[in-house]
């Protein structure tokens, strides 16, 4: 049930339409193909890219996922008890994000394409009995 969920799309990186098929070329920490969407889905043939530069809307997702990264690295560090000094929490928000940057701007890439690519029943299930998948 979980697999074939808005939320195990988006964090997987998986086509919209279908929920099968990646969604990048390679992983989001291959850095020369870093964060690249790839043309088509390779499951149900939906075309990632509406437009030129249509990616470019999920710099202000990029921005919004970083902000909970970093409210969630400070909220575990007030429940382990280590916010008690700013430099502290300063440099493990900073590492947090260094870290996570990569999934931070693929993952902003599917939550982008999930707000205009929606998910057809239809096209998963003949997708599903493909005999190439």
């Given at each position: 049930?979980?697999?074939?969920?808005?939320?195990?799309?988006?964090?997987?990186?998986?086509?919209?339409?279908?929920?099968?098929?990646?969604?990048?070329?390679?992983?989001?920490?291959?850095?020369?193909?870093?964060?690249?969407?790839?043309?088509?889905?390779?499951?149900?043939?939906?075309?990632?890219?509406?437009?030129?530069?249509?990616?470019?809307?999920?710099?202000?997702?990029?921005?919004?996922?970083?902000?909970?990264?970093?409210?969630?690295?400070?909220?575990?560090?007030?429940?382990?008890?280590?916010?008690?000094?700013?430099?502290?929490?300063f440099?493990?928000?900073?590492?947090?994000?260094?870290?996570?940057?990569?999934?931070?701007?693929?993952?902003?890439?599917?939550?982008?394409?999930?707000?205009?690519f929606k998910?057809?029943?239809?096209?998963?299930?003949?997708?599903?009995?493909?005999?190439?998948?």
């Open positions: 049930m979980f697999k074939r969920s808005i939320i195990h799309s988006i964090l997987f990186l998986k086509c919209p339409q279908c929920r099968q098929g990646e969604f990048l070329e390679a992983s989001p920490y291959n850095f020369s193909k870093m964060n690249k969407v790839k043309e088509r889905c390779p499951k149900c043939e939906l075309k990632y890219s509406i437009e030129p530069s249509f990616y470019t809307g999920s710099m202000y997702v990029s921005y919004a996922v970083g902000i909970a990264f970093a409210v969630a690295t400070y909220v575990l560090l007030l429940i382990f008890d280590y916010a008690s000094n700013p430099l502290t929490i440099i493990s928000i900073v590492a947090v994000l260094a870290v996570s940057f990569p999934y931070i701007g693929a993952v902003s890439k599917s939550i982008w394409a999930h707000f205009f998910y057809n029943k239809s096209i998963a299930k003949k997708v599903r009995n493909d005999s190439r998948t």
